[in-house]
């Protein structure tokens, strides 16, 4: 079981973008400012780092990679691998030094800002889970032994999205829950999945239709788990939908639409859904609109479970909350705050750093930490009041999402991996 003082995978212990156990964290830090170590990584990827106990579990692509060319006229793409494979890294938390890397696939493929090792990995302090941009699921122990594998494209026919597999599984309990919503390249039904977390064997398979077309087919997020009355329900975005379903069977409980208004056929979706509880968080491209809703319906519940409906949701980044106040980043650097039960804004539109954003907030010890594209990191004040408290500039590309555990903050660039802490 996931503890506060872990980050076992996607967006912390809670799936809550929070690290509530993390405490005396750096505001200000840098190349020579509280950097307790940094380790040069294989190349640039979006995953997120994830730790238990004393070790940190990093997923990089194999250096040497370019970037795709887009032939805008003939809206073409040539995606070009200049190397193939892509690595696991185990590192010790405490000083940097690597307790082991193996290679967990191969095949890179790059898609403007993807490539093959944008999923983040998952573990449980026993096992370390991998899913890869090719859709390609390991698991491993943490001492670095192979235990399974699975392709999902062997499996189940060929994944298609406009810019490449990005979603990373959802580890509860026992079982590992996969999405994949797609249609954009591919006209192989969408569908989710429970597997065994310790076999990889199939629990349950699901197809999973949706309203959405074109691009709107695509959903790059991770599934998320809500508590009603009790029992569990499986959430997942994507089509102009949001579903429940049982996990025990897959079978779908409800849906949701009016996620697309305009019928908009670019409709793809990549921040992933936020739960608390019973109450579900989530929206459509460029958050319009981005909805406050009760899990727990049954049938077609469009409409009917809506808490609040506003347009200040985020495109690319994944909001944080601390279950009172929810904080929404979107892709141009400004936040806004909301009351996480009615949607109403605390403050909205605030500016930080200039820059593209597309690695989520995280917050952690009363602070929010964001770093934009261009590796700067703007530090403000969590609560209702908003305050810039620094910008510390970092250099590398970065995609990934900072997280915290214990007193250590950990970004992630392309070139590196930093644990910053207060220096004694």
């Known amino acids: 079981m996931a503890h506060d003082g872990d980050w076992p995978q996607w967006r912390g212990p809670q799936a809550s973008g ?22 040069k990584l294989p ?57 082991w890397r193996l290679q967990v696939d ?27 941009g090719n859709v390609r699921l390991g698991c491993w122990t943490v001492a670095g032994k192979p235990v399974w594998k699975r392709d999902f494209v062997e499996d189940y026919g060929h994944v298609g999205l406009n810019h490449g597999y990005a979603s990373t599984p959802l580890l509860d309990g026992n079982r590992l829950y996969v999405q994949v919503v797609h249609g954009y390249r591919s006209e192989n039904p969408s569908y989710t999945a429970a597997l065994d977390k310790l076999t990889g064997k199939t629990i349950w398979k699901e197809l999973r239709p949706a309203p959405g077309i074109v691009e709107s087919k695509d959903n790059y997020g991770t599934p998320q788990m809500a508590q009603v009355n009790g029992k569990k329900e499986l959430i997942v975005f994507g089509g102009d939908i949001a579903t429940g379903q049982d996990p025990d069977t897959g079978k779908e409980l409800w849906r949701m639409g009016g996620f697309n208004p305009p019928a908009f056929q670019m409709n793809r979706t990549i921040s992933s859904l936020l739960v608390v509880g019973d109450q579900v968080v989530v929206g459509g ?29 985020p495109d690319v980044p994944t909001p944080a909350t601390d279950g009172k106040l929810l904080y929404v980043l979107n892709d141009k650097g400004y936040y806004n705050c909301l009351d996480l039960k009615t949607g109403k804004p605390v403050y909205e539109g605030q500016r930080i750093e200039l820059g593209s954003y597309s690695s989520s907030p995280l917050l952690a010890d009363g602070k929010l930490y964001a ?17 810039v408290l620094a910008v510390n500039k970092l250099d590398g590309y970065t995609l990934a999402s900072p997280i915290a555990v214990g007193n250590q903050l950990f970004i992630r660039t392309a070139e590196a991996l930093y644990a910053f802490a207060h220096k004694h």
């Not at 929070?18 to 380790?39: D, M, R, T, Y």
């Not at 493929?109 to 890869?132: C, E, F, Y």
Request: aromatic share 8%; proline share 4%; charged share 25%.
């Open 18 to 39: 929070a690290a509530k156990g993390a405490k005396n964290l750096p505001v200000k830090f840098g190349e020579s400012e509280n950097l307790q170590w940094k380790v």
């Open 43 to 99: 190349s640039w990827s979006a995953a997120t780092p994830v730790v238990w106990g004393d070790t940190v579990y990093v997923l990089s692509a194999e250096e040497g990679f370019v970037n795709p060319t887009y032939d805008t006229k003939k809206l073409s793409r040539k995606a070009e691998t200049a190397s193939d494979k892509i690595y696991l890294l185990a590192l010790n938390r405490r000083d940097g030094k690597q307790k």
């Open 106 to 132: 191969s095949g890179n493929v790059l898609n403007r800002k993807q490539n093959a090792s944008s999923p983040s990995p998952i573990t449980d302090g026993k096992h370390v889970w991998v899913m890869t």
């Open 285 to 313: 491209n460029r958050g319009r609109p981005y909805i406050g809703f009760k899990a727990g319906g049954r049938g077609d519940v469009t409409g009917k479970v809506e808490l609040w409906n506003n347009n200040l949701g």
């Open 371 to 387: 770093i934009n594209e261009d590796g700067t990191v703007t530090v403000t004040k969590a609560g209702e009041k908003f305050e």
